[in-house]
């Protein structure tokens, strides 16, 4: 059995390679509905905008979706993992509407 030391060092960062970004997702206020949340997520994972043919977008992989209530949520919060920064100036990118606002970053 590990035993735990007093002399362990702890540090911030991230075992689990690259970044991991915890983000919230919205279509502007209003409810979600599946496939708004089916976009959005197949735009953040495809590395192209959608919308305004951004070539040059990050792409990340989605490790986990929040709870979300199809055409109730009006966010939900997605753990998102790459090497890149999830875009959150520009509404729309990722998906019709769709705004993105970083939470926390690991990484």
């Known amino acids: 059995m ?3 030391t007093s002399n362990a060092k702890t540090v911030a960062g991230n075992g689990l390679g690259g970044k991991t970004h915890i ?28 919308v305004n043919a ?13 709870s979300f209530t199809p055409a109730s949520s009006t966010s939900v919060k997605l753990a998102l993992q790459g090497t890149g920064t999830p875009n959150t100036a520009d509404a729309g990118e990722y998906f ?9 970053t690991f990484g």
């Open 2 to 4: 590990a035993t735990l």
């Open 23 to 50: 983000v919230s997702v919205g279509v502007g206020g209003g409810a979600i509905s599946q496939a708004q949340l089916d976009g959005i997520i197949q735009g953040i994972t495809s590395g192209a905008s959608l």
């Open 54 to 66: 951004n070539a040059k977008t990050d792409a990340f992989t989605v490790a986990a979706v929040g």
């Open 96 to 104: 019709a509407a769709a705004t993105v606002a970083i939470d926390v």
